[in-house]
């Protein structure tokens, strides 16, 4: 059993590459929580940059009340009109800008940050199955800063505890089989009892 998703070969001589779609174990968990957290982020955001861009159109309607106030020349005023609302574009590119950029980055962080959740607890799901299927083995560990560390070592040492019982069981097992044997019980006879045997043992070999 491989207890980790799968992942490109790496190539000869270097590191594997790493995808999106590697860290997206659980797409609609992970998309869903990210998609939470930049909304809001991208709604608080708009609404700060709203207020900072009417701030700036207030200050150019008020440049704009000045001058006309101060008789400046027709060519002079509107070059200096021209001038603030191109700030007032810049502001506003600015702000859109920062906006996106700033969902990207969450969007991005949000993925990789839920991946440290999501893939401990698909790892913790395999081995939950092959426990299931009555193979007591831990394979492999989790990586240095993923979350449920310690969910993971209570459940390995749930299982090193069962592999512990079944390993004294097994040995009880071989004491009454050649007991069994030595009194003189046909083979044939302690077939179930052997076959029982080995399949524990295989569980945790």
């Given at each position: 059993m491989t207890s980790q998703a799968p992942t490109a070969s790496p190539p000869q001589g270097g590191k594997p590459k790493r995808h999106l779609r590697n860290y997206l174990l659980d797409p609609r968990f992970q998309l869903k929580y990210t998609g939470m957290v930049v909304l809001v982020t991208v709604v608080v955001a708009s609404v700060l940059g709203s207020i900072a861009y009417r701030s700036s159109k207030a200050q150019t309607e008020s440049l704009t009340i000045q001058m006309a106030m101060m008789e400046i020349d027709a060519p002079l005023q509107g070059s200096l009109e021209e001038m603030s609302a191109e700030r007032d574009r810049e502001v506003l590119l600015n702000i859109v800008g920062g906006i996106v950029l700033m969902g990207v980055i969450l969007g991005l962080t949000g993925i990789i940050v839920t991946h440290r959740l999501v893939g401990p607890a698909y790892k913790l799901r395999l081995l939950i199955h092959e426990v299931a299927s009555g193979k007591l083995k831990i394979m492999g560990k989790l990586r240095k800063g993923d979350e449920l560390q310690e969910v993971f070592e209570a459940f390995a040492e749930m299982i090193t505890s069962l592999r512990a019982a079944?390993?004294?069981?097994?040995?009880?097992l071989d004491a009454a089989?050649?007991?069994?044997?030595?009194?003189?019980?046909?083979?044939?006879?302690?077939?179930?009892i052997q076959g029982v045997r080995d399949r524990m043992q295989a569980a945790i070999d």
């Open positions: 079944q390993a004294k069981e097994i040995a009880e089989i050649a007991h069994a044997r030595e009194a003189g019980v046909p083979m044939e006879h302690l077939e179930a």
